[in-house]
Nanobody, 116 residues
Framework: QVQLVESGGGLVQPGGSLRLSCAAS????????MGWYRQVPGKQRELVAN???????NYADSVKGRFTISRDSAKNTVYLQMNSLKPEDTALYYC??????????WGQGTQVTVSS
C-alpha cells in the first residue's frame, strides 16, 4: 500500500524559510505530476505548485518568486522550498501524486505557521 509521508512544516517568523518534503513509501511507478496544495479552515484546498515528469512547473500567483518546487523521481520525492514566508502562507500543506492508471494519492498534511 502506497503512503505519502510529509515533513518539514513548523512555525517560522515572517520573512523566514521552510522546506517541505514528501516521499512515497511502497512501490509506485508512473508518477506523472507531483504537487503541493494548502488549505485553511473554512476555505477550499488550493494548488500551491506542481511539477510534471519532464520538470515543467506551475505555481499559484501568490507564491511565484518565493516558492520553488522540485522532485527526485528516483526517490519518489517532491520538495517545496518556501522563502520570504508571509502570515497568509499559514495553512495545512498537502502533497499530491498523480499516478498513471492508479489515480491520486494524498499525504496527511503538515502544518505551516508564519507568525511573529
Amino acid at each position: 500500500q502506497v503512503q505519502l509521508v510529509e515533513s518539514g512544516g513548523g512555525l517560522v517568523q515572517p520573512g523566514g524559510s521552510l522546506r517541505l518534503s514528501c516521499a512515497a513509501s511502497g512501490s509506485i511507478f508512473g508518477i506523472n505530476v507531483m504537487g503541493w496544495y494548502r488549505q485553511v479552515p473554512g476555505k477550499q484546498r488550493e494548488l500551491v505548485a506542481n511539477i510534471n515528469s519532464r520538470g515543467g512547473t506551475n505555481y499559484a500567483d501568490s507564491v511565484k518568486g518565493r516558492f520553488t518546487i522540485s522532485r527526485d523521481s528516483a526517490k519518489n520525492t517532491v520538495y517545496l522550498q518556501m522563502n520570504s514566508l508571509k502570515p497568509e502562507d499559514t495553512a495545512l500543506y498537502y502533497c499530491n501524486f498523480n499516478v498513471a492508471q492508479r489515480g491520486q494519492y494524498w499525504g496527511q498534511g503538515t502544518q505551516v505557521t508564519v507568525s511573529s
